[in-house]
Nanobody
Framework: LVQLVESGGGSVQAGGSLRLSCAASGYTFSSNSMGWFRQAPGKEREWVAGLYTSDDAPTYADSVKGRFTLSRDNAENTVYLQMTSLKPEDTATYYC??????????????????????WGQGTQVTVSS
């Protein structure tokens, strides 16, 4: 049974920072791919960042590039999303997702929700102006 558990969300003022965590059981991040998504109220869920086995480094959506950093602790089997210079438009529920099928190794699939077959419950991030 694969379980992904996000934590670290909260409320901050614009310009602040938060670090989200995604802890996995039944799924090994060091040998598999994963992604972070977010969904704001009334909006589609969007891909934010990911760490893919076919890449040497994490990849980011343009909207967060330079502000968010994805890292991984293999010993803890946990992935982190360090978010800095937060903006009100970053307000959303953030989800960790994993793929055991290999679909996300195709770069064009990485931003697509259906390419991931495991999801966490989400953690809320609220950024006030």
């Amino acid at each position: 049974l694969v379980q992904l558990v996000e934590s670290g969300g909260g409320s901050v003022q614009a310009g602040g920072s938060l670090r989200l965590s995604c802890a996995a059981s039944g799924y090994t991040f060091s040998s598999n791919s994963m992604g972070w998504f977010r969904q704001a109220p009334g909006k589609e869920r969007e891909w934010v960042a990911g760490l893919y086995t076919s890449d040497d480094a994490p990849t980011y959506a343009d909207s967060v590039k330079g502000r968010f950093t994805l890292s991984r602790d293999n010993a803890e089997n946990t992935v982190y999303l360090q978010m800095t210079s937060l903006k009100p438009e970053d307000t959303a529920t953030y989800y960790c997702a994993a793929d055991s099928t290999g679909l996300v190794e195709v770069p064009d699939n990485r931003h697509l929700q259906w390419a991931y077959n495991y999801w966490g419950q989400g953690t809320q991030v609220t950024v006030s102006s």
